[in-house]
């Protein structure tokens, strides 16, 4: 199997993209296309041993940074990494694409060239999300700001496909974020959106109430993208803000100075446990061939996690599933 | 100044409500009328020594529950505490009402009975939200799920006059809750709300990246009822599930057992920086007269607090001020 990876999103890049591709080479049984300005690539690769037919390289040019307009930014560097990769898996050079790149401009490229699956009105970034227990998988963490109620059932079906053939959670439990528990809670979006997933084939949980969200309560959070960002980005300055006024409060007197140098194994295992780059990369749901987001701040593990994904998505066939099940629950 | 209170709401009532009035009457310089089942009030009442005249019951047989539809309660029950409360209101038997019973009921109630001001499209629920640096205002709480730009527009006129005129923050930094802090970030309602705010004569700052509201970057924070309520509930449960797991990371050795004792200090402090039940009652802004919701689980120093807040928003004038930039900066 053979899988394009963007060489030059990212932080890290080049550096961590290849030392990822080519722990993905020799862990995981597949082939990488490296799209990216050939000569860093090839200066990284010399660093390492690897069987060289294992590894290819796509010459682009062009990066797309994270400040640029993404729909224009599509259209105009041809020669860019995204667009490069994402014309690659269309013209059948690979089965998936991952990048650790401009999140909107994966997305828009996604669906300029890759498209979207037939009967799908929308796709979704899914991302996990952590939780006491783990994780949950939300979705859609922010590609659509504006959704209709038939968008919120396609990403309820769409996340328990990918949840249980990717992720491996069996039936997995399907929540909508809301304010309240109780049917016709919420705003106008979330109540037609109940009616619409409550008829749909899946584990629908009904209403989860955000506050419950960090409990781990359902394995999948379905929401629209601006109500998904928003609960993402308030949990990691929740996080943050939550930590530093530990340490400050630590720090107060001599005393707490001992209690927090004894507790500081104990309050890193725990950061941990919250920082939802451990968890690899967050698929573009609704596109006719495997798109995968990596993190921006992802190191060649994220990067190999966020290939292995790839592969499982292919494997288990996910894009078709998805394509059946949305036409016939409609 | 006489102020009326709901005897029957809340988690304490009547003992820790009549508390509250009694110790309002001997601080604060205010007469009180307290609503509610006569002889559960003049029972509380005996146990006290306070200026009789100062004090005055009536008499309420009904009492509206958290469960009970709020629009429904308010026509049914109009010998409820906050029918009753509301009507004494308006037919000027004291100048505010405090409540400690159902949110909706006292909202629906006070659209109906109090009424809102003239030019005012939606009344607001106005809260505290606690930050690293102490706290922040925000609307709306939960009153309006479904708004328009409008509608934010005058959130945000309402919170600048009432955070300056109530609470003293003089020329607050107003921010509207958003996934990014450039103009254009977010969706519809976000957008069009942005432009409608810029015009206004406040001090706004444009977007807060939700991200960043937990660090107290703005004094007021602007949002629709949907999303004000999600950033209070993910909060609260945010607060909630970090604490409950450090206190579990804490407890799983002798070690680090002895550093949680020695932190134990610490923590409460942190822990009650959070609680913003300490700070009293929500306004509903936007009404004709002051109605302050008081937390359900109030004590006799939140009530005490939340009879302050309607002496301030009387003395200093807050309806009218409304009233006259609300429709001149229309």
Same mark, same amino acid.
């Given at each position: !199997?053979?899988?394009?990876?963007? +060489?030059?999103?990212?932080?890290?890049?080049?550096?961590?993209?290849?030392? +990822?591709?080519?722990?993905?080479?020799? $862990?995981?049984?597949?082939?990488?296309?490296?799209?990216?300005?050939?000569?860093?690539? $090839?200066?990284?690769?010399?660093?390492?041993?690897?069987?060289?037919?294992?590894?290819? @390289?796509?010459?682009?040019?062009?990066?797309?940074?994270?400040?640029?307009?993404?729909?224009?930014?599509?259209?105009? =560097?041809?020669?860019?990494?995204?667009?490069?990769?994402?014309?690659?898996?269309?013209?059948?050079?690979?089965?998936?694409?991952?990048?650790?790149?401009?999140?909107?401009? #994966?997305?828009?490229?996604?669906?300029?060239?890759?498209?979207?699956?037939?009967?799908?009105?929308?796709?979704?970034?899914?991302?996990?999300?952590?939780?006491?227990?783990?994780?949950?998988?939300?979705?859609?963490?922010?590609?659509?700001? *504006?959704?209709?109620?038939?968008?919120?059932?396609?990403?309820? @079906? !769409?996340?328990?496909?990918?949840?249980? &053939?990717? #992720?491996?959670? =069996?039936?997995?439990?399907?929540? #909508?974020?809301? @304010?309240?528990?109780?049917?016709?809670?919420?705003?106008?979006?979330?109540?037609?959106?109940?009616?619409?997933?409550?008829?749909?084939?899946? /584990?629908?949980?009904?209403?989860?109430?955000?506050?419950?969200?960090?409990? +781990?309560?359902? *394995?999948?959070?379905?929401?629209? +993208?601006? %109500?998904?960002?928003?609960?993402? =980005?308030?949990?990691?300055? !929740?996080?943050?803000? %939550?930590?530093?006024?530990?340490?400050?409060?630590?720090?107060?007197?001599? &005393?707490?100075?001992?209690?927090?140098? !004894?507790?500081?194994?104990?309050?890193?295992?725990?950061?941990?446990?919250?920082?939802?780059?451990?968890?690899?990369?967050?698929?573009?749901?609704?596109? &006719?061939?495997?798109? @995968?987001?990596?993190?921006?701040?992802?190191?060649?593990?994220?990067?190999?996690?966020?290939?292995?994904?790839?592969?499982?998505?292919?494997?288990?066939?996910?894009?078709?599933?998805?394509?059946?099940?949305? /036409?016939?629950?409609?």
């Amino acid at each position: !199997m053979k899988i394009i990876v963007d +060489g030059m999103g990212g932080d890290n890049s080049p550096q961590e993209i290849v030392k +990822g591709s080519i722990d993905a080479i020799k $862990e995981l049984d597949v082939e990488i296309v490296i799209v990216g300005r050939k000569e860093l690539i $090839e200066k990284e690769l010399t660093k390492y041993e690897f069987p060289i037919d294992r590894i290819e @390289i796509l010459n682009a040019t062009e990066i797309i940074s994270n400040d640029e307009e993404p729909v224009l930014a599509i259209r105009r =560097k041809k020669n860019s990494s995204i667009v490069v990769g994402l014309e690659a898996l269309v013209e059948g050079k690979g089965c998936g694409f991952v990048s650790a790149g401009s999140t909107g401009a #994966l997305l828009a490229g996604g669906l300029f060239i890759v498209k979207r699956i037939e009967g799908i009105e929308r796709a979704a970034l899914a991302t996990v999300y952590p939780t006491i227990k783990g994780v949950s998988f939300l979705l859609d963490a922010g590609a659509n700001v *504006d959704c209709k109620p038939e968008y919120l059932r396609q990403f309820a @079906i !769409m996340g328990s496909i990918y949840c249980d &053939k990717v #992720l491996g959670i =069996k039936n997995p439990k399907v929540g #909508l974020a809301n @304010i309240g528990v109780e049917e016709g809670k919420g705003n106008k979006l979330v109540r037609e959106a109940y009616k619409l997933i409550k008829e749909s084939n899946i /584990n629908f949980a009904g209403n989860v109430e955000v506050r419950d969200i960090p409990e +781990g309560v359902v *394995d999948i959070i379905i929401c629209d +993208g601006f %109500i998904g960002n928003v609960i993402l =980005k308030l949990t990691e300055g !929740m996080a943050i803000s %939550i930590f530093s006024a530990l340490k400050e409060e630590f720090t107060k007197s001599l &005393k707490s100075k001992m209690g927090a140098l !004894m507790l500081k194994s104990q309050l890193k295992s725990f950061k941990e446990r919250l920082d939802y780059r451990e968890y690899g990369g967050a698929p573009l749901l609704g596109l &006719k061939q495997p798109v @995968i987001k990596a993190h921006g701040s992802s190191d060649a593990f994220a990067i190999k996690n966020a290939i292995r994904q790839v592969k499982n998505f292919v494997q288990r066939d996910v894009i078709n599933i998805i394509e059946e099940n949305i /036409n016939i629950s409609k």
